[in-house]
């Protein structure tokens, strides 16, 4: 497939073919009279400033064919307010060859180049209008190029201003972009193409539902990556953790989410799995693991619900010549169990080749070993590493072999400026990195298979990433991935060695994995903890996290701390203990988000004190569970301590002991009492003596009225 982009260039080559024949019939060869300056509308430097800049794009990506008239697509942007004044463009080729990759970035980083420069070419500009661009084509005919071996040559073109004197000299109020031109006979090189396909979630885990609505939306990220792979011969490196994450969703996986599993598996592009979350196997290698890293368990996040299956519907028949429906049986609404996948059926990816590693580059020759021992059950055919051209000795060829294993070399600075071409929207500047990354290619020798390896990137623009991938088809053909595989290696060495900190962190975090997974025995289900802990560790080891590695193994071994210091028992006050039997206040705290199960130890320091030994308490997600610990004083009283701690059921010690300070007062429990004895014995006497002399005054009184009243029956004479 040959994007519009290239097609309208090759027939701009065709054009100029022709232009060249009716130049050399007129006699119109490149004269000083050709390239004298034409007088400009205004002075360029009056208006020139940041805002106004100049690309430059040639030949096929870069790339012509000696004896080849040079195409040159300029492009002038004015992001001023004012319009821009017409001026001449220059177009000027270096004819000394830059010959490395440091000459290169030097040339286009920086401007610098050996050998001189002469004009080729030279054509007015147009008015460019304020907020405007303006693109121009120059043909420049092969006789004025000259004789030009095969190579790369400095290629830059200058929008003069009027006050130019000369076309072929530049002044500080000139606009200069740079190029390179390739010039390449060679008709059968080829070239094989590896594209990661990896997407990281926010908790480092396994993607959610909502994140994969959003990757697998018509503007998401993974839909632009299946997009720009698509009529591609692009190798797939796949990240297993991205199905994996949609199959565990089961029938509550975003409909978009299934239908690019499907897209994905039904895509003809060859393709191999990369280790779960891309972990990277030279660090592996080097910690001294016996195996590959390898996810523990997916069932904390299959919810079984989301994989049974309703029986269908049994539909109704008519019986012969009544017209009426015969009603059939309906068949058990029970459904029936659910299958859930298993953890090897979840990563799987269809139809890839198997014993592949594309690891990080700092390897020792010690680690292939390793590496093919990693691969040696996985593999139907030999294991092959995928490495960079920069951890090997002058590769002669993408396919090598380091005492007698097999590896793929990549070419490391074209990969890297394609890379960097895949994630440019700007069609200019990615043209400008894709032909650094051919001239890059053509250092070597295109006479043996070439193998390009993009960077891990999640946010590839689905046409940059197309453009570039095809643009390749300017210097070779393409060479598939398993042709590429049993191409006969060439023997080389590795470049040296490799640090070691990468590998002393891994080792930390496997060790704080192994405290972790005796501590998650007070969950009811161990993998909740365990299995997003281990997709955090592959992914934090990937080779597209490698720049933030130290950064972000020192935030997960902060955060493993925590996790361990979720469950504990809090400080309790000071106790008062006034009685010889009582319940001893104890909260437990529990900050994770599952319910746990754990054992209170008791323990007091005197004999003084009876405590419960040991308590089981079962503390709810997120709260502090307040447990009761019966506790009885002996005789005698004082102040002594209780400690108390925590462990799991498997007896594994959780959190901080903690000490409480108890005061025994268990004797005034009786003198209390004989207080409160004496106090109501005082009371019920006091009520009777109360009584006793009420009722004598009563009685008294009484007799008073009697006799009162029998005197003045006297005295009345009644």
């Keep these: 497939m040959i994007s519009p982009r290239i097609g309208s260039r090759v027939r701009a080559q065709r054009c100029a073919?022709?232009?060249?024949?009716?130049?050399?019939?007129?006699?119109?060869?490149?004269?000083?009279?050709?390239?004298?300056?034409?007088?400009?509308?205004?002075?360029?430097?009056?208006?020139?400033?940041?805002?106004?800049?100049?690309?430059?794009?040639?030949?096929?990506?870069?790339?012509?064919?000696?004896?080849?008239?040079?195409?040159?697509?300029?492009?002038i942007t004015n992001d001023t307010d004012t319009d821009f004044p017409a001026g001449l463009v220059t177009v000027e080729l270096n004819r000394t060859p830059i010959t490395d990759s440091a000459a290169l970035a030097s040339w286009l980083d920086a401007g610098a180049s050996t050998g001189t420069f002469a004009p080729v070419n030279s054509e007015s500009s147009t008015?460019?209008?304020?907020?405007?661009?303006?693109?121009?084509?120059?043909?420049?005919?092969?006789?004025?190029l000259g004789e030009l071996d095969e190579g790369v040559y400095p290629l830059r073109v200058t929008l003069h201003s009027a006050d130019s004197e000369n076309a072929g000299e530049t002044d500080a109020a000139d606009l200069t972009a740079t190029s390179v031109l390739i010039v390449n006979a060679d008709s059968t090189a080829q070239v094989s193409v590896i594209v990661p396909l990896t997407a990281t979630p926010a908790d480092g885990g396994l993607l959610t539902a909502e994140e994969l609505t959003t990757l697998?939306?018509?503007?998401?990220?993974?839909?632009?990556?299946?997009?720009?792979?698509?009529?591609?011969?692009?190798?797939?490196a796949i990240d297993p953790l991205i199905p994996a994450a949609i199959r565990v969703l089961g029938s509550a996986a975003p409909q978009t989410a299934t239908a690019w599993l499907e897209r994905l598996e039904t895509l003809p592009n060859e393709r191999f799995a990369l280790q779960s979350g891309d972990a990277d196997?030279?660090?592996?290698?080097?910690?001294?693991?016996?195996?590959?890293?390898?996810?523990?368990?997916?069932?904390?996040?299959?919810?079984?619900k989301n994989f049974v299956e309703l029986p269908s519907p049994t539909p109704s028949t008519a019986a012969p010549g009544t017209g009426t429906a015969t009603p059939t049986p309906t068949p058990s609404s029970t459904p029936a169990a659910p299958e859930i996948p298993t953890d090897d059926e979840l990563i799987a990816i269809d139809g890839a080749e198997s014993g592949i590693l594309w690891p990080l580059g700092d390897l020792r020759t010690a680690d292939i070993e390793v590496f093919a021992s990693y691969l040696e059950s996985d593999a139907t055919t030999a294991a092959t590493t995928i490495i960079p051209s920069t951890a090997v000795s002058a590769p002669t060829s993408a396919a090598v072999e380091i005492d007698g294993h097999r590896l793929l070399v990549l070419d490391a600075r074209a990969s890297e400026a394609l890379s960097e071409a895949a994630t440019t929207e700007d069609a200019e500047a990615r043209e400008r990195k894709v032909a650094e990354g051919i001239a890059e290619l053509s250092f070597t020798d295109v006479r043996s298979p070439l193998l390009i390896g993009l960077d891990r990137d999640e946010s590839r623009p689905a046409d940059a990433l197309r453009e570039t991938i095809l643009s390749l088809s300017a210097i070779a053909a393409p060479l598939s991935f398993s042709e590429l595989r049993a191409v006969a290696p060439a023997s080389v060495t590795l470049a040296g060695g490799a640090s070691t900190d990468r590998?002393?962190?891994?080792?930390?975090?496997?060790a704080e994995?192994?405290?972790?997974?005796?501590?998650?025995?007070?969950?009811?289900?161990?993998?909740?903890?365990?299995?997003?802990?281990?997709?955090q560790i592959l992914r934090l080891i990937g080779v597209g996290a490698s720049e933030e590695y130290a950064e972000a193994a020192t935030a997960h071994q902060e955060q493993t701390r925590t996790t361990l210091n979720a469950v504990s028992v809090q400080q309790p006050s000071p106790v008062q203990l006034f009685t010889a039997a009582a319940p001893l206040p104890v909260w437990v705290r529990n900050d994770l988000p599952w319910r746990v199960n754990v054992r209170?130890?008791?323990?007091?320091?005197?004999?003084?004190?009876?405590?419960?030994p040991l308590t089981e308490v079962v503390a709810q997600p997120a709260s502090n569970e307040r447990v009761k610990v019966p506790v009885e004083a002996r005789v005698g009283s004082g102040e002594l301590e209780v400690s108390f701690s925590l462990s799991s059921p498997t007896g594994v010690?959780?959190?901080?002991?903690?000490?409480?300070?108890?005061t025994v007062r268990a004797e005034w429990e009786g003198i209390g009492l004989g207080i409160l004895g004496g106090i109501i014995g005082v009371l019920l006497i006091l009520g009777i003596v109360r009584t006793v002399i009420r009722r004598r005054r009563d009685a008294d009184s009484s007799d008073a009225s009697s006799r009162s009243d029998a005197a003045e029956e006297q005295v009345t004479g009644e």
Excluded at 513 to 535: G, K
């Design 216 to 236: 697998t939306a018509a503007d998401g990220a993974l839909t632009a990556q299946l997009d720009g792979i698509a009529g591609t011969p692009a190798a797939l």
């Design 653 to 662: 010690p959780i959190g901080t002991d903690q000490t409480a300070k108890v």
């Design 513 to 535: 994995e192994t405290h972790l997974t005796a501590f998650s025995s007070i969950l009811d289900d161990p993998q909740v903890m365990l299995a997003p802990e281990r997709l």
């Design 17 to 75: 073919r022709g232009f060249v024949a009716f130049s050399l019939a007129a006699g119109l060869l490149v004269t000083p009279q050709f390239l004298a300056v034409s007088p400009a509308s205004a002075a360029i430097d009056e208006v020139i400033s940041d805002a106004v800049q100049i690309s430059l794009s040639t030949g096929l990506h870069g790339v012509i064919e000696p004896g080849s008239p040079l195409l040159a697509s300029i492009t």
């Design 600 to 612: 209170l130890t008791s323990l007091p320091s005197d004999a003084r004190l009876d405590v419960q």
């Design 281 to 304: 196997a030279t660090v592996q290698a080097q910690s001294g693991l016996p195996g590959l890293l390898t996810p523990l368990s997916f069932s904390p996040y299959i919810d079984e």
């Design 503 to 510: 590998a002393a962190a891994l080792g930390q975090m496997l």
């Design 127 to 144: 008015v460019v209008a304020a907020s405007a661009s303006a693109t121009m084509s120059v043909v420049t005919p092969a006789a004025a």
